[in-house]
């Protein structure tokens, strides 16, 4: 295991995992997987080699934050984004991104893992803005992830979804996505949209300008 940055390398015979920790919030899905590949308290905790490449394809790709990706030795099978954007409001939590995204000003080759996986912050309070570090723990962020607005059908589904952070203000997405409620519910669908990243709009997860009197600063 080798260390750059906050990037830690897990080096197999077959396939490669990289785990970005300035990008994890510990939600799991990877330790909490069948087998042996993760396995918390062991060095390394994660083991390539326990497993099929196949199986270390999936549960990479079930990270929701991007900080776990993978690089197969044949050089096939790189990750494809899914072929729907969607955008999860999570209960008290991040907004969590799926599909072909384009996050402005996160270099692909930094944060690979972010090209299909992302938690943004929607507390205001992350010290990794724009992304979530479980700053809504300890702050006492409550919102259980209930979306009122239904937008407008979609006539494609895919492509890239651009997603821009206005300074101290929301975030702007633009493409063919879907908002799904905490509930599980398809809530919402377009093609353009502001979501709070500030915790304080009062019609969240969509933004109402309500940054600017709360002074919400990014920075």
């Not at 087998?35 to 905790?45: N, S, T």
């Not at 299909?116 to 992304?131: D, Q, T, V």
């Not at 006492?140 to 492509?159: H, I, M, N, Q, S």
Request: hydrophobic share 35%; net charge negative; charged share 25%.
């Amino acid at each position: 295991m080798s260390e750059e940055k906050s990037v830690y390398k897990y080096e197999g015979e077959e396939v490669d995992v990289f785990w970005d920790g300035k990008l994890c919030i510990h939600i799991g899905e990877c330790g909490r997987a069948q087998g042996d590949l993760f396995v918390a308290g062991r060095q390394p905790w994660c083991q390539p080699d326990t497993s099929a490449t196949t199986e270390v394809v999936d549960v990479v790709k079930r990270c929701p934050t991007g900080s776990l990706t993978y690089l197969r030795k044949d050089g096939t099978g790189g990750e494809v984004a899914d072929d729907r954007n969607v955008v999860v409001v999570s209960n008290s939590g991040p907004l969590y991104f799926r599909g072909d995204l384009r996050v402005a000003g996160e270099a692909a080759a930094e944060k690979p893992g972010v090209r299909f996986r992302a938690a943004f912050c929607r507390c205001g309070e992350s010290g990794n803005k724009p992304f979530c570090d479980n700053s809504h723990e300890g702050a006492g962020f409550r919102d259980y992830g209930a979306v009122g607005e239904t937008g407008e059908a979609l006539a494609e589904e895919g492509g890239a979804l651009e997603i821009t952070s206005v300074p101290n203000g929301p975030l702007i997405v633009s493409g063919h996505f879907s908002i799904v409620a905490a509930s599980g519910r398809v809530a919402w669908q377009g093609t353009r949209a502001a979501l709070c990243r500030c915790g304080a709009s009062g019609n969240k997860p969509m933004c109402d300008g309500s940054h600017k009197a709360a002074g919400f600063e990014a920075s």
